[in-house]
C-alpha cells in the first residue's frame, strides 16, 4: 500500500513538473519558439483546429515565424487568428505563407515576464504540496484504521517529504533557467 501511495504521489508530482514546462513554453523569451504559437486556434471549415494542425510552421531564424498553410484558402483565417491572440505580432501575409517577427523585449517587459514565470513556478509548487498533503491524509487515515503501523507511517511520511523535497528543487531550477534565459539580450 505504501509503495503504490509514493508511485501515486511520485506521478502525481511528475504531472506538475509537465504542466509547468508547458506554462514555460508559452512565455516569450526573445527567440522564437513553435511552441509559442501552440495556443492560436484557426477556423476551419467551421471548427477551431490549433494551428499546427492545418499549417506547417518553423522558425527560419532566432526572430521570426514562417507559417506555411496546408490550404491556401486559409491564410485570411489564420492571419485573423493571429491578431486576435495576444502574441502582440502583426502577421505578412505574402499570398501562400505568414511571416510573424517578434517584436524586441524591452527591460520592462522583461521584468513583466519574469514575475509571471515566478508566479508560474509558484503555483507548480503549490501543485507538488498538494501530492504531499493528498498523501499524507491517506497515510493518516490508514494510520487511524490501524492498516499500517505508526513506524510505517513515519518513514513513508519522511519518504514523501524526501520526494517533494527533490521535486520542488526541480521546479525551481527549471523556474532559474527560465529566467536567465528571458533575461539574456
Known amino acids: 500500500m505504501i509503495d503504490q501511495l509514493k508511485k501515486k504521489t511520485e506521478s502525481a508530482m511528475q504531472d506538475a513538473l509537465v504542466s509547468l514546462s508547458s506554462e514555460l513554453k508559452k512565455v516569450r523569451t526573445g527567440r522564437a519558439q513553435v ?33 506555411s498553410p496546408w490550404e491556401i484558402s486559409i491564410l485570411k483565417e489564420i492571419e485573423q487568428a493571429i491578431i486576435k491572440s495576444d502574441l502582440g505580432m502583426t502577421p505578412q501575409s505574402d499570398g501562400k505563407v505568414v511571416r510573424l517577427r ?17 508566479k508560474i513556478v509558484e503555483d ?5 504540496r498538494m501530492a504531499r498533503r493528498d ?17 510505517e507511517n513515519k518513514n513513508a511520511m519522511e519518504s514523501i517529504q524526501k520526494i517533494t523535497d527533490d521535486f520542488i528543487k526541480k521546479v525551481d531550477q527549471m523556474g532559474v533557467d527560465k529566467e536567465t534565459d528571458l533575461m539574456k539580450i
Open 35 to 67: 511552441s509559442m504559437l501552440d495556443a492560436i486556434k484557426v477556423n476551419y471549415y467551421g471548427q477551431l483546429s490549433p494551428l499546427n494542425q492545418v499549417s506547417a510552421i518553423s522558425c527560419p531564424d532566432a526572430r521570426s515565424f514562417l507559417i
Open 102 to 118: 517578434l517584436p524586441e523585449l524591452t527591460e520592462e517587459r522583461r521584468k513583466d515576464l519574469v514575475k509571471s514565470i515566478k
Open 124 to 128: 507548480a509548487r503549490v501543485s507538488v
Open 135 to 151: 498523501a499524507n491524509e491517506l497515510l493518516k487515515s490508514a494510520l487511524k484504521e490501524k492498516t499500517i503501523s505508526e513506524d
